[in-house]
């Protein structure tokens, strides 16, 4: 026996034309909020949502490597001394313009990579004065 017509249940109510369909198993809306990110427990850097140049970091990293890289044979610590003083001087123009932070990093990796090539200058002028003197000392005034 069939069910007449008028029995079947009729169509599902109309929903508003703004809302979406929402199928079984989904949601249209997340339940909870999502939090930002984790302010004050990594750093300061994210309490206010600025970031720390990377060239700054990169800067006071090889000004601390540099006096370690006098064992590298070829690159040695005069190049990255060199490229402390760089990358710091690139990282304090691109702060300034951006407003990130590491401003301390960036200043105090040049400072350490000037100070380390002043002394590496002075060390060779100090060798090249010995070679002179202890030349001298060894074989004397020689006229010739």
Request: aromatic share 6%; proline share 9%; net charge positive.
């Amino acid at each position: 026996m069939s069910t007449p017509p008028s029995d079947l249940p009729g169509p599902p109510p109309a929903q508003p034309s703004g809302t979406p369909t929402q199928i079984a198993g989904q949601q249209v809306e997340p339940s909870s909020t999502v939090p930002v990110g984790p302010a004050g427990l990594i750093g300061p850097a994210f309490a206010t949502g600025r970031a720390t140049n990377t060239l700054a970091v990169v800067s006071i990293a090889t000004a601390i490597g540099s006096f370690f890289a006098h064992i590298i044979p070829g690159i040695g610590g005069f190049t990255v001394a060199l490229i402390a003083v760089i990358t710091g001087y690139m990282a304090r123009r691109q702060i300034r313009q951006t407003g990130e932070q590491g401003m301390g990093l960036a200043t105090a990796g040049m400072v350490i990579g000037i100070i380390h090539l002043a002394l590496i200058v002075l060390a060779v002028i100090g060798i090249v004065f010995m070679i002179f003197v202890l030349g001298i000392a060894l074989f004397g005034n020689v006229k010739g």
